[in-house]
């Protein structure tokens, strides 16, 4: 029978490793498909626990696979360590302080997330090894979440489809099961091509790709009234053509993402917006180039696993932090604004909670919240989505900051390698862990869980990138 004091006992074996690595992953805060030194070091330490690995997985230098034991069940951990440009960050400074101007830093707490995954592959290792029982322990090294989308080309080369069940987790500012979706994503690069001329002396020899660039940004501006409302269409110029205003600009680029709750409505809109470029192009005599670059799917929860994970973060509580951690997480909350510290309410709204779970004055979520499950699609988009149609998935969040700290913010990365992260991150891994191993002990779970998610995925998954395209290494 599985015991919470098992797990506890286990994940404090294992701390030392787990917060070694959660501090050195914190001060690489490599790009995201550059993470050299980081996987490097992950490769190291789980070989040292005696983890088989498989490096440069799917064409990517810095994925990997890094598998412990034999036969069914197969349980993965989903693990990630890249970092964010612009966020270098003093670790425990409660004012914005830079280590290095304009360097990367672990700005989404991805560093606690690959520590806290890779916990749990070992506390689970270790539960197995004293109870006799047989399994398969992987943790699946992950990168360029943030850029590149590892897991997507891991989820087409089939890397997933053998798990019995998976689990991940993300440092939020609460501690919760997630059980609602996200927004599957995709990025595409239009490329307008014309002709040039003199502005002046003869504009109409010229066509002008900004012209068809900015008609398209009209048409699909009026697109949004017609598409659902939960849609996103944002776009970015990449390249506007120039800087002279006497010339007709020849080529330009625009950056498209487009967002929906499920990948299927997403390459619709897409196909919308490809319509509203061609017009565009047609309109101005220029030629139109649509190039995918990446493409993430929507999540989709399990609530068969869910469960369990539940029933282990109900059983095991939230992070214990102590007066230190308060105080420095009260001095850190005290530099967000009002509109921050009350979005954490709208969070919980959407994921179908009661805004009284938590009251305006804490400062860290110190209770583990009721799970919902929600067919709403919480803003952000991830490529656990990709895992999540190719296996059984259940993620977590673990307050590994202030309540109302949004993520991608310096606060994140100054909390990263403090106790507040610290404490969040070993208790992700022992609940990971014991939700695991709850699955595990249950007679048919993870066969509901299978049926569960063919029922939510058609039992296919359908990758939203184009078959040949290649990971972006940058």
Request: charged share 20%.
């Amino acid at each position: 029978m599985v015991q919470k004091e098992a797990f506890e006992r286990l994940a404090e074996k294992n701390r030392k490793r787990i917060l070694e690595i959660n501090s050195a992953i914190w001060d690489y805060a490599e790009p995201g498909m550059k993470e050299f030194q980081s996987a490097a070091y992950y490769i190291r330490a789980l070989r040292e626990e005696g983890f088989e690995v498989e490096e440069n997985v799917s064409g990517i230098p810095t994925a990997f696979v890094a598998s412990w034991g034999s036969g069914k069940p197969v349980i993965g951990f989903l693990g990630e360590f890249d970092a964010l440009p612009g966020l270098s960050q003093e670790a425990g400074c409660t004012t914005h302080k830079e280590l290095t101007p304009g360097a990367y830093g672990q700005g989404c707490g991805h560093n606690s997330l690959g520590a806290g995954a890779a916990g749990a592959a070992m506390i689970l290792r270790d539960y197995l090894k004293e109870t006799g029982q047989a399994g398969t322990v992987r943790f699946y090294g992950c990168p360029g979440e943030e850029y590149g989308s590892g897991k997507v080309y891991m989820a087409r080369d089939g890397r997933f489809d053998d798990l019995d069940a998976c689990y991940t987790w993300h440092p939020d500012d609460i501690n919760a099961v997630v059980g609602s979706s996200c927004l599957a994503c995709l990025g595409v690069y239009f490329t307008f091509t014309g002709k040039t001329a003199h502005a002046a002396g003869c504009p109409h020899l010229g066509r002008s790709a900004l012209d068809a660039a900015e008609l398209m940004s009209v048409g699909c501006n009026y697109l949004r009234e017609h598409i659902i409302p939960e849609a996103r269409l944002h776009y970015a110029y990449h390249d506007a053509g120039g800087i002279a205003p006497n010339v007709v600009q020849d080529r330009v680029v625009v950056n498209y993402f487009v967002r929906a709750p499920k990948v299927r409505d997403m390459m619709d809109i897409y196909e919308r917006v490809c319509d509203v470029a061609r017009g565009a192009a047609l309109m101005t005599g220029t030629k139109v180039e649509i190039h995918i670059y990446e493409g993430l799917s929507d999540y989709i929860p399990n609530q068969t696993l869910d469960g369990y994970v539940q029933q282990a973060f109900e059983a095991l509580g939230a992070p214990a932090y102590d007066e230190q951690d308060e105080r420095l997480a009260r001095e850190i909350r005290e530099t967000l604004s009002d509109a921050d510290k009350a979005d954490v309410f709208t969070k919980l709204h959407n994921m179908g909670l009661s805004r009284t779970e938590l009251s305006p004055e804490d400062i860290l979520c110190r209770k583990v919240l009721p799970y919902s499950f929600t067919e709403n699609a919480v803003g952000g988009s991830t490529d656990v989505g990709d895992a999540s149609y190719c296996a059984p998935t259940s993620q977590i969040n673990a307050a590994t900051m202030a309540l109302g700290t949004a993520c991608h913010s310096w606060q994140v990365t100054a909390l990263g390698k403090t106790g507040v992260a610290e404490k969040a991150t070993l208790t992700a891994a022992a609940v990971m862990a014991m939700g695991a191993a709850l699955a595990m002990e249950a007679p048919g779970a993870f066969a509901k869980a299978k049926e569960e998610h063919r029922a939510a995925t058609g039992g296919k998954y359908c990758c939203p990138i184009p078959a040949e395209l290649k990971p972006n290494l940058g």
